[in-house]
């Protein structure tokens, strides 16, 4: 391998590494903003901290006022300054029934929320961190995940030409993946340090699936190993067996 060729075989590797890297952070941040997954989350979150909807000392008034509007519903502030519609069906049902559907009217509000504003203007803006759990920013790292799967592909491709003994391509390649799985071992530990206190509850999030993202990335990268060696194996076994007779055959000349 030329020295020119062989400079930009190790600037491809380390773009693929990072661009890996980044597809991977890009999709889980994306999986674990889908409105389903953040439910469920904030839900459990809510839930333990139902005290802060102060629903239980609000419920008797909600009782007395739906006695006669049942077909209605009554209105209710939350701490946070969220007005909820409560129908007058949900509270026949209890405090509980009440209680969990303020919750899920909240994170429908919070997460299908329009912002005007760029991903990072919204910082810039004093927006609360909370546009951080919404739509806009799943549809932001999601845009940002195809962006570095289109690069890693590109990428790809450019290792595939400079590596200049083909067979070698499935190792090289499951050799790159295996280094991008090993920040995803840890990436949630790492990333307390850098990130603002305040941030912390969105991290514990967005984070939550790195686990799976790692196994992708590591078992792809020792399967590709393994067809390689394969290759290697089925092409060039023949002569790798030669090679060793002859070594044999030397050593015993010597020996005699």
Request: with cysteine.
């Amino acid at each position: 391998m030329g020295l020119i060729r062989g400079g930009l075989f190790y600037i491809v590797c380390v773009l693929l590494v990072v661009s890996l890297i980044l597809a991977g952070v890009f999709i889980t941040i994306s999986k674990s903003l889908s409105y389903e997954n953040l439910k469920t989350e904030l839900t459990k979150i809510s839930l333990e901290k139902s005290s802060e909807f102060d629903i239980n000392s609000a419920f008797p008034e909600m009782q007395a006022k739906c006695l006669n509007n049942s077909g209605g519903g009554v209105s209710f502030s939350e701490n946070s300054g969220f007005n909820i519609n409560i129908p007058c069906t949900v509270v026949s049902q209890g405090s509980e029934a009440v209680l969990s559907y303020a919750v899920d009217s909240i994170i429908g509000d919070m997460y299908y929320k329009e912002y005007d504003c760029g991903f990072f203007n919204c910082f810039k803006q004093g927006e609360p961190p909370i546009f951080l759990i919404s739509q806009h920013s799943h549809d932001y790292f999601k845009s940002k995940f195809y962006l570095m799967l289109l690069t890693s592909l590109v990428l790809i491709i450019l290792l595939f030409f400079l590596v200049e003994n083909k067979p070698n391509f499935p190792i090289t390649t499951g050799i790159v993946l295996i280094i991008s799985s090993l920040p995803f071992m840890k990436l949630d530990f790492f990333s307390k340090f850098f990130i603002d206190a305040s941030y912390l509850y969105f991290l514990s999030i967005v984070l939550s699936n790195t686990r799976f993202i790692f196994l992708i990335y590591l078992i792809s990268g020792i399967a590709l190993v393994g067809v390689g060696i394969g290759l290697h194996f089925y092409l060039f076994g023949e002569s790798i067996a030669e090679k060793i007779e002859k070594w044999k055959s030397k050593k015993k000349e010597k020996e005699k």
